[in-house]
């Protein structure tokens, strides 16, 4: 049960952070393209990492992060404002890189099938 709470709360909190980030943030820092990829709320519900998607060089990731992280309670209060929570938890944004994982290891597969191409050849 308790299992099954956390993770519709981490569902509604993705959704629900990600539209606060999109129409309420209005920082130059904050690039346009992020996206929230994910949400892990702790068990005490006191705490949720949220997992940001950034697309840009390392620099530009690197101030969204930051812009983020400065603005998490303004974030988390126009948050609570449209979750109904006791407590609502202490926000840590953490930069996502399976995107930029994915695309290496396809890369990588891709060299991989030229080069089968090429040996059959």
């Known amino acids: 049960m ?8 981490n ?6 952070i990600s539209e606060v980030i999109r ?8 690039n ?3 996206s929230v990829t994910q949400v892990e709320i702790t068990s005490d519900l006191h705490h949720a990492k949220v997992y940001i998607s950034v ?3 390392q620099k530009v990731k690197e101030e969204t992060i930051e812009a983020l992280q400065s603005a998490a309670g303004f974030i988390a209060v126009h948050s609570s404002k449209k979750v109904v929570m006791r407590y609502f ?9 399976s995107v930029d994982k994915h695309a290496r290891i396809d890369a990588v597969l ?3 099938r030229e080069e ?3 040996r059959k050849n």
């Open 2 to 9: 308790a299992k099954n709470r956390v993770a519709r709360l």
């Open 23 to 30: 129409e309420d943030v209005d920082n130059p820092h904050v």
């Open 89 to 97: 938890p202490n926000l840590t944004f953490k930069l996502d890189t």
């Open 55 to 57: 697309i840009g060089n």
């Open 11 to 16: 569902s509604l909190l993705k959704e629900v």
């Open 110 to 112: 891709g060299k991989i």
């Open 32 to 34: 346009q393209f992020v």
């Open 116 to 118: 089968q191409k090429s």
